[in-house]
């Protein structure tokens, strides 16, 4: 029998994983000019070993930090307290453009609907 896991630990391992895909696995494999294809790498690999209900608790939590008023402050110090203090985020050139953590959060909500549509 599986146990539950809170949305806490989901988004930490989720956090993790994307961190450690983005620096070990995935980006010593090759060098990567396409960063989309990398991030879709990462995130397939992050979302994998959650069930339905785990992924819609993930689906959910993005949604309130995205929804915020500042969602690149507010994932960044989410982020930071739950993840080894790697920075690999910059800021987007274009005022209107999502910056680098919101465009990556955003790809992992995309994912989960995906995952989840899929699955059905």
């Known amino acids: 029998m599986r146990v539950a ?21 995935h ?8 960063i989309d294809e990398l991030l879709q790498n990462v995130i397939a690999d992050a979302l994998a070993p ?7 608790t993930l689906r959910d939590c993005l949604d309130q930090l995205l929804s915020s008023n500042e969602p690149a402050e507010v994932l960044t110090e989410t982020w930071n307290r739950m993840k ?15 910056t680098g953590i919101v465009h990556v959060f955003k790809q992992v909500r995309r994912a989960i609907e995906e995952k989840l549509t899929t699955a059905e």
């Not at 993790?16 to 983005?22: E, N, P």
């Not at 959650?50 to 819609?56: F, G, K, V």
């Not at 690999?88 to 999502?98: K, L, M, Q, V």
């Open 27 to 34: 980006a010593s494999k090759k060098p990567w000019n396409d």
């Open 50 to 56: 959650y069930d339905r209900s785990e992924l819609i």
């Open 84 to 98: 080894p203090l790697t920075a690999f985020f910059g800021d987007a050139e274009d005022a209107s453009a999502d």
């Open 5 to 25: 896991k809170n949305v806490q630990q989901i988004f930490e391992s989720t956090c993790l994983s994307i961190d450690l895909g983005f620096y070990y696995k």
